[in-house]
């Protein structure tokens, strides 16, 4: 996972810039349901302050207009999504802020739109994601018998909370990503849980783990090795200890991997 700066943006002026850009007559009803929608921008403070926020209901009419906000692409429309965009940290290589492997593909609404429709141009309820993190989340509501972090709201902590055993049977390495048990319960557990992050981390783990192997028998012992220091410089320095990465890389290390097991 990777905490994101949150953009600066005024989402009265969003909202009435998207309004002013429709046409009669959804444009006559947005602007009847426009205090109702401030008011609901008000509630999101529930979600800035680490809580959450249940779902309201609306008819036929007011969900597809307070949808077609999003829905129907207004030029102000793309330009709050094209900032949330251009503000990702260049360093993290566009990656999935949800899950830290895949790059970002699509736009995730943290309150899903078809359930909270009102947030469904707010600045603050859209979070870059990858397909993968976004297709497994779906339309789950966060607080709802699931949760997820808010990558802006929800601190990523700095005490490590992954752990990672690996063993090697015949030389294939297997590999076991797990939530240390002083996390057990809390909300990044939760989140980890849901997205099944652990089963991809392992994978993606020993997709690395035979590329490194890949290049010792390429490039030769030094080689191999001077590519896991690079490699972990990079991820410990961009990302941080706690990235998946930098955990594979840091045990990697420690078990000596490319001198014991690579030949």
Not at 35 to 41: E, F, G, M, R, W
Not at 124 to 131: A, E, R, S, T, V
Not at 139 to 144: D, F, L, R, S
């Amino acid at each position: 996972m990777i905490n994101f700066k949150q953009i600066v943006r005024i989402e009265t002026d969003d909202l009435n810039n998207i309004i002013n850009e429709k046409n009669k007559p959804i444009k006559d009803y947005l602007n009847l349901l426009k205090s109702a929608i401030l008011k609901s921008y008000n509630n999101f403070s529930e979600i800035e302050n680490n809580k959450r926020i249940k779902v309201c209901n609306y008819d036929i009419n007011e969900k597809k207009s307070l949808l077609s906000l999003y829905n129907s692409k207004t030029v102000s429309a793309k330009k709050v999504i094209q900032s949330i965009i251009d503000n990702l940290n260049p360093k993290h290589d566009s990656r999935c802020l949800y899950c830290g492997i895949g790059e970002y593909e699509e736009i995730d609404h943290f309150l899903p739109k078809e359930h909270f429709p009102e947030y469904s141009i707010l600045f603050k309820n859209l979070i870059p994601i990858c397909g993968k993190c976004n297709k497994i989340k779906g339309q789950k509501i966060p607080g709802e018998n699931v949760d997820y972090l808010h990558l802006t709201y929800d601190i990523l902590p700095l005490e490590e909370y992954l752990e990672l055993d690996i063993k090697l049977k015949n030389k294939t390495p297997i590999l076991n990503y797990r939530v240390k048990s002083n996390f057990n319960g809390t909300l990044i557990d939760n989140h980890i849980s849901a997205l099944k992050l652990t089963s991809r981390y392992n994978k993606k783990g020993i997709q690395y783990i035979l590329r490194i192997k890949a290049l010792y028998e390429s490039y030769g012992e030094k080689y191999a090795e001077e590519e896991i220091d690079r490699n972990y410089l990079e991820t410990s320095t961009f990302y941080g200890s706690n990235f998946w990465k930098s955990i594979l890389i840091k045990k990697l290390k420690e078990i000596e991997y490319v001198k014991k097991y690579c030949s």
